[in-house]
């Protein structure tokens, strides 16, 4: 059974945060954030921001140097915070080996679902993401965009609070960004919160509530993009973008 997130708690909460690897690059460094409950939350930088290192620390990937970390109240290294966390990485890692439908099950299992019950979820996502007649095929028998919806569907398995979204839409065509925006912005509207990770600076302009910009693995801004737009004398979040990350000041 999925752990119901204590009423009144950040979504996620993370303070102090620092990872420093073994050859002595500071990926993280002092690193606070908080995004609230039922948020939509945009985390841009360019690669080496240190964005990766965030989210696997969030999920127990990373074993952070310094810092603690809560996502709803929970310390991320408890099961009861990785039961309220989906992720859907950017890297397309799938079992070579199992079938879709039994891909998800297995999944399910992680998180102490029954198997009736991991067999209708697998089956309401597999029709929710159009894989349903893909059910019994193998995930390298998929195009690079079934592929992509079949890792937000796992990550979704279990019923997440929290569903982190590095790069969903890399490299899909059009017509599935704008279906994975769909989706996810109705996995908002009923109460999931949201952190997404993207390049695509139109898609966070587009989607998010709130927007960080991280740059050497500290968050330099954070805001509305409307506010953003504001404080920099910006026309779209491109110039933001520009304007923050290569530290130019506010107008």
Known sequence: MVPVA?????????????KTYEDGFTAVAGLDLEIPDGAFFGLLGPN????????????????????????????HRTREARRLLGLA???????RFLSIRQMLIYHAGYHGIGRRAA???????????????????????????????LVIARALMHR???????????????????????????????????????????????LCDEIALLRAGRIVDRGSA???????????????YDRAITGQEVA
């Open 89 to 95: 990485e950017q890297e397309i890692n799938v079992d």
């Open 48 to 75: 080496g921001a240190g964005k990766t290192t965030l989210i696997g620390s969030v999920c127990n990937i990373v074993r952070p140097t310094t810092g603690t970390l809560t996502v709803f109240g929970h310390d």
């Open 6 to 18: 204590d009423t009144g708690r950040p979504a996620l909460r993370v303070e102090g945060l620092s």
């Open 119 to 149: 067999v209708e979820r697998a089956d309401e996502l597999l029709g929710v993401f159009r894989l349903d007649g893909k059910a019994d095929a193998r995930a390298y028998e998929l195009s690079g965009g079934m592929q992509r919806r």
């Open 226 to 240: 409307a506010s953003l737009r504001d404080r920099y004398a910006a026309r779209d979040i491109s110039e933001v």
């Open 160 to 206: 997440p609070r929290l569903l982190i979204l590095d790069e969903p839409t890399a490299g899909v065509d059009v017509e599935l960004r704008s279906e994975i925006w769909r989706l996810v912005r109705g996995l908002n509207a009923a109460g999931t919160t949201v952190l997404l990770t993207t390049h695509y600076l139109e898609e966070a302009e587009t």
